[in-house]
């Protein structure tokens, strides 16, 4: 780890910021382990042709859910994403009558209630068998669940969810690969890391200056696709550690209301997929004509982003579109870190928030 790092991680947020540079390590010995591990396979076994992949998560881990949905139907997986809270109180809007199902339930922690309260609900009263994804080990998701995958590696001793949101997602792609029987995908996956790691150490300095030099009253992220669930996730980080407002769109969605508040205070965070790189320049340039400041997040620069760009990041990675979303994440962590502390604030201990979601009334949450 480069000096200026090490030094950057003495501050406040050090532990956000240590475990946001640890994440490519954090992504390699989890693929590593996984590869070799038993409920891993497992979870491959209860993959059956014409079940519906059902995510379920809270708060970040619900945004993991929609960029888990997002690799699956790439694969042919049929998937979708649904809060823990909405499968409690109107499971008939997810579940139905004659259709197969294979939930994966989401926590860091394995603790959060309503996740906890969907698995048992899964399990005991629909008659489903559960895969569980977590960070922790011997938690009340585990207990609840047919088949638990646990992340050791991946977990933190900061409040909001870094690596372990990144780690998880890489996890559950690499099952996709598997289950779909993809080995050019499985292998892009763990060779992500590798190409990541050193432009990490490279670019976070220039961006921290970049989130120095200004000051904004709205954020706003924009991507479709594959990287919608990024650009959520990306929002709540802004939000989580520098306490400021925050919001997310589609991006052609943008031109669709939202746009009224482009201007000067607004900063425009564009996640671009190549697949609809074309209109979002075209929207990248006309947000710029409205005055808004813009950021730019994609694989590829060319000049027109460039110059409608107050900020750009080229991923430059040669490796598939959809094997790519864990290395945008980075960057909105990042900046919502670096915001954060221009601000004051101490990321690691982010005002009205704890590590874990435990509710003392479960029957608040259950639609039982």
Not at 51 to 60: A, D, K, L, N, Y
Not at 157 to 168: A, C, I, K, N
Not at 242 to 255: D, G, I, P, T, W
Request: net charge negative; charged share 20%; with cysteine.
């Amino acid at each position: 780890m480069k000096a200026e790092i090490k030094a950057e991680i003495m501050e406040h947020g050090q532990h956000t910021l240590s475990e946001i540079f640890s994440q490519p390590r954090c992504w390699s010995a989890c693929l590593e382990k996984i590869a070799a591990d038993t409920e891993f396979g497992a979870a491959v076994q209860m993959a059956k042709k014409g079940s519906e992949w059902i995510f379920v998560g809270c708060g970040t881990s619900y945004y993991l859910a929609q960029a888990a949905a997002s690799t699956f139907n790439h694969l042919n997986l049929p998937a979708r994403a649904v809060p823990a809270s909405d499968l409690l109180m109107f499971p008939s809007l997810t579940l139905h009558a004659g259709q197969s199902y294979i939930p994966v339930l989401i926590s860091r922690s394995g603790r959060t209630s309503e996740t906890i309260r969907a698995a048992q609900m899964l399990e005991e009263h629909r008659n489903l068998r559960t895969i569980a994804i977590t960070c922790a080990d011997g938690q009340s998701l585990e207990a609840s669940c047919s088949v638990t995958l646990k992340l050791l590696d991946a977990d933190e001793q900061s409040t909001v969810m870094t690596r372990s949101f990144t780690s998880m997602l890489l996890v559950l792609q690499y099952l996709a690969a598997t289950v779909s029987g993809n080995e050019d995908f499985r292998r892009a996956l763990t060779e992500l890391a590798r190409h990541v790691e050193p432009f990490v150490e490279d670019t976070s300095q220039r961006l921290r200056l970049f989130a120095n030099s200004r000051k904004f009253s709205d954020f706003v992220f924009l991507a479709q696709g594959p990287l919608f669930g990024i650009a959520s996730e990306c929002m709540l980080k802004v939000t989580e550690s520098s306490c400021s407002y925050a919001q997310v769109f589609h991006s052609l969605e943008f031109r669709h209301g939202p746009k009224s508040i482009a201007g000067p205070d607004t900063l425009i965070t564009f996640l671009m997929s190549e697949s609809s790189c074309e209109a979002e320049r075209e929207l990248l340039e006309e947000m710029k004509t409205l005055g808004a400041a813009t950021m730019v997040i994609a694989n590829r620069v060319d000049q027109r982003v460039a110059n409608a760009s107050d900020f750009a990041i080229e991923l430059k990675l040669d490796l598939p579109e959809y094997a790519r979303p864990a290395a945008f994440t980075i960057w909105g962590q990042l900046y919502g870190v670096y915001y954060g502390l221009k601000k004051g604030l101490n990321p690691d201990s982010p005002n009205n928030l704890t590590r874990v979601v435990e509710l003392a009334d479960e029957k608040t949450i259950s639609g039982l």
